[in-house]
């Protein structure tokens, strides 16, 4: 079964009667009408794609084919909603998994991976946005944009290669292929319900005096099987194996609530208020206001303004925790293809927790929150999109698309560094085209000193690495195809990212925490702002809540709430970054 299938099969079916509504449910035949209609008007340019992709001919027609079968397995269930993206992620992810591919028509093509490839496909042939892009293919847009091949006429080039290939009807290939797929699903569960029975007869005559262990009975096929975490039991958490990687699934929203607290010694560690945000009309003392003062920033978030955004430093020690720095108007970061983003980063905070670090065009800016005092930094880059402190607390790491550069604010320097991809912590995971995990490590001054292989689990990163004193590190990340797959078999629960974190020191001791409902959530579902003790991840799961997970027993617990605001919020609330003190 392919991916998208198995995706596309967890959602629910409309109604076979009258919906609420009022409105009735469409005829077969206007059904199967709406199929072919869809299925024509895309055959060409999906047969097209498919070319580009693979390179050979008869390759690209079995893609296209398979694309559409999927699509009729579920096109009751995704023809109201998302049918193009449909086809277009079961095309792409499958001719990612291809093995080989054939020469192509544009030698550009040959020289990629198959991921780069399908980037490319769908940037310069396809003109689909890098947003677009991080959809169909399951990774983030930091990720299209890190595989994105520019060159001069590009465009040109690939609609070249692709405009011979003649076009093919697919409506009944598709037809005869899903009833064929349905048939052998048919006999598949035919023979699985008789297996079970069989087994349940042989419980139902074991005589009274066998000897069997009645301290110990057999459970019965009935028995029901757990399909998620539940908050109940989250001291022993249910979980299963991918590629020895020791994997649970996390809550969904409904769920989170029911979560325990965080104990009162991890509190006191992590030093912050249950409510991590605040309101339009909620009234923030300055920091012109508070004076010098040396109470700790243990967090940083956003105030809209009206000529845009203040930093809020959280200081737990004062009696309101929050301190507005009137001072600074922020603007958004704009990186090099357009795309916005707020200026604060989750590694902005020193390790000294008291100097605060952030990214504006063609500069950085460093803030002593303990003086209040501001410096600027210049930096000859318009575009940075994101940076952070060294381990050592001594330079801030920006960078751009394709620039990187080092800020040292005791000496002023700001140096562009010769590589892209310099470690702001002890480590960093990445994840190559062809799907092989390195873990980097760093020495203080960030240079990359070593690099160690790990499991094949995962098919993009996002978001930073962060390493605790036992050199574990933890990362938000998207599972591989073969990843994904796999785990949606074990629980079915459309499961494709989530959190990774592994010994570095020995490559052992792997888990990972996989968020329910995380197909197609291009910006991550749950992304790692740093450790409590050793022993305890935190995350921002879902966007709203800030969880510790205890990496050892699995255990999870609630920490804060998190801003939950979006474009268009009232001003004097809170923006969506936030920043935490390692």
């Not at 349905?182 to 297996?195: C, F, M, N, T």
């Not at 699934?249 to 560690?269: E, F, H, K, M, Y």
């Not at 575009?383 to 751009?400: K, N, Q």
């Not at 991550?524 to 809540?545: H, P, S, T």
Request: hydrophobic share 40%; glycine share 8%.
């Amino acid at each position: 079964m392919r991916l998208a299938a198995l995706v596309m099969s967890q959602k629910g079916t409309k109604s076979s009667a009258v919906a609420e509504t009022g409105e009735m449910t469409p005829s077969r035949s206007e059904v199967d009408d709406d199929f072919a209609e869809f299925v024509r008007a895309r055959q060409h340019q999906v047969l097209r794609a498919a070319h580009l992709l693979c390179g050979d001919p008869q390759e690209a027609e079995d893609l296209a084919r398979g694309a559409f079968v999927e699509l009729a397995l579920h096109w009751s269930q995704v023809r109201e909603d998302v049918p193009d993206r449909f086809v277009r992620s079961t095309l792409y992810r499958d001719a990612m998994a291809l093995r080989h591919t054939e020469s192509h028509a544009v030698p550009v093509l040959d020289r990629l991976s198959p991921k780069d490839r399908a980037v490319t496909v769908l940037l310069h042939f396809e003109h689909r946005s890098e947003r677009d892009a991080a959809e169909v293919l399951g990774i983030s847009m930091g990720g299209v944009r890190s595989r994105a091949h520019a060159g001069d006429g590009l465009d040109g080039l690939l609609a070249d290669a692709a405009e011979p290939i003649i076009e093919q009807d697919f409506v009944d290939a598709a037809r005869s292929g899903a009833r064929a797929r349905k048939l052998r699903q048919r006999r598949i569960g035919i023979g699985s319900a008789v297996a079970v029975a069989l087994v349940a007869v042989a419980i139902v005559v074991v005589p009274r005096g066998s000897t069997t262990d009645r301290a110990n009975p057999v459970p019965t096929p009935s028995s029901p099987r757990p399909t998620s975490l539940a908050p109940s039991a989250q001291r022993d958490p249910d979980t299963f194996s991918l590629s020895t990687v020791t994997t649970q699934v996390g809550p969904d929203l409904s769920q989170v609530n029911a979560l325990p607290r965080i104990d009162d010694l991890t509190r006191s560690q992590v030093a912050l208020p249950e409510t991590l945000t605040f309101g339009p009309e909620t009234v923030i003392p300055t920091l012109g206001e508070v004076g010098n003062n040396s109470a700790p920033v243990r967090a940083v978030l956003l105030r809209r303004s009206p000529d845009g955004m203040r930093p809020v430093l959280v200081r737990p020690t004062l009696s309101n925790p929050f301190v507005l720095v009137e001072a600074l108007t922020l603007e958004p970061n704009v990186d090099e293809g357009g795309n916005t983003s707020e200026p604060l980063e989750v590694t902005a905070i020193a390790n000294d927790r008291r100097h605060v670090m952030f990214l504006q065009p063609d500069k950085v800016l460093v803030l002593d929150a303990f003086s209040g005092k501001v410096s600027t930094f210049a930096v000859a880059d318009a575009h940075l999109e994101g940076g952070g402190w060294t381990p050592d607390g001594r330079s801030v790491i920006a960078w751009s698309t394709t620039r990187e550069w080092r800020v040292t604010p005791a000496t002023g320097a700001a140096d562009r560094l010769g590589q892209v991809g310099a470690g702001l912590g002890r480590h960093k995971v990445v994840v190559d085209g062809d799907g092989t995990m390195r873990v980097l490590e760093f020495d203080d001054q960030g240079n990359n000193t070593k690099t160690i292989g790990g499991p094949r689990v995962l098919s993009d990163v996002w978001g930073s690495t962060f390493t605790n004193v036992d050199s574990r590190v933890a990362t938000g990340g998207f599972l591989s195809q073969a990843t994904a797959l796999e785990a949606n078999i074990h629980r079915p629960l459309r499961l494709f990212q989530g959190v990774f974190t592994i010994d570095s020191s020995t490559m052992a001791q792997a888990r990972l925490l996989l968020a329910p409902g995380s197909e197609g959530v291009a910006t991550g579902c749950c992304e790692v702002l740093g450790w409590a003790f050793n022993d305890q991840v935190l995350i921002r799961w879902k966007g709203r809540d800030l969880l510790a997970w205890n990496v050892r027993t699995g255990a999870l617990t609630r920490v804060s709430t998190l801003p939950v605001s979006g474009e268009g919020s009232p001003l004097g609330r809170a923006g969506l970054a936030v920043a935490l003190a390692p």
